[in-house]
């Protein structure tokens, strides 16, 4: 069975600056995807960015950034230029590209974000 | 831009009474997830359904919980009788997922839960 282990319950950053969530993963599949999401107070789950396994090129999406590494089974997450708004629990998620759809999901990192 | 929508919001019941969660998925999604939030579990699959067909639901108490989509804008989760221990966010999710590409998940706002 897949896992997903977010081995930070708590990080915490300066405005402006840049944090890194660690995010590593268990499975013997190939072929999967991987994404963060952010929860912020609202309790809504907001998709941040998501990795296709078999692309070795790492996820963008603005300031948000990935370090996908294969075979270390590791999917960081990389938030610069760190904003008060970023403040929130992030998820990092496992979905297998075979037709199963579960996202398997981390235990989560809450980011505080201090001005 | 399409969003999940979740009613109630917000549910105080007491222990022992029928509670039911109601979600309209976003237009052509051909997948509903029912997933459950607590701090203890963190983030827990109960259901989903694919073209209205329920494909998994192993990860629901089946003595007590239920899940429908009677048609393609609605799905239900239903707990009854529910307890205190089923006091959580309750998120319902959609996308469109097909085996050829992985496709976005979009989570609802989710139903929070309070057993008394």
């Known amino acids: 069975a897949q896992t997903v282990t977010q081995s930070q319950p708590e990080m915490s950053v300066q405005e402006a600056e840049t944090v890194t969530l660690s995010c590593t993963y268990d499975?013997?599949?190939?072929?999967?995807?991987l994404f963060w999401y952010k929860q912020p107070p609202s309790r809504q789950m907001i998709l941040v960015i998501r990795?296709?396994?078999?692309?070795?090129q790492n996820a963008t999406e603005n300031r948000f950034s990935v370090n996908f590494q294969k075979a270390a089974k590791s999917f960081s997450l990389k938030i610069s230029d760190s904003q008060l708004g970023d403040a929130a629990m992030y998820f990092c998620?496992?979905?297998?590209?075979?037709?199963?759809?579960?996202?398997?999901f981390g235990t989560g990192t809450r980011l505080q974000v201090f001005p | 831009d399409a969003r999940v929508t979740q009613t109630p919001r917000h549910k105080v019941t007491e222990m022992g009474q029928e509670v039911t969660m109601r979600c309209q998925p976003i237009?052509?999604?051909?997948?509903v997830f029912w997933y459950r939030q607590t701090m203890m579990q963190g983030l827990e699959l109960l259901a989903y359904?694919?073209?209205?067909?329920?494909?998994?639901d192993s990860g629901m108490p089946k003595d007590r919980f239920s899940a429908e989509m009677p048609d393609a804008t609605l799905a239900t989760l239903k707990i009854q009788p529910s307890e205190p221990r089923d006091s959580a966010v309750y998120f319902c999710?959609?996308?469109?997922?097909?085996?050829?590409?992985?496709?976005?998940?979009?989570f609802g706002p989710g139903t929070r839960l309070t057993v008394l």
């Open positions: 999710a959609s996308g469109l997922i097909s085996t050829a590409s992985g496709g976005r998940v979009n």
């Open positions: 499975t013997s599949e190939s072929d999967y995807y």
């Open positions: 990795q296709e396994a078999y692309k070795q």
């Open positions: 998620a496992y979905r297998s590209a075979k037709n199963t759809d579960k996202l398997i």
């Open positions: 237009l052509g999604h051909n997948t």
């Open positions: 359904f694919r073209n209205r067909a329920p494909l998994d």
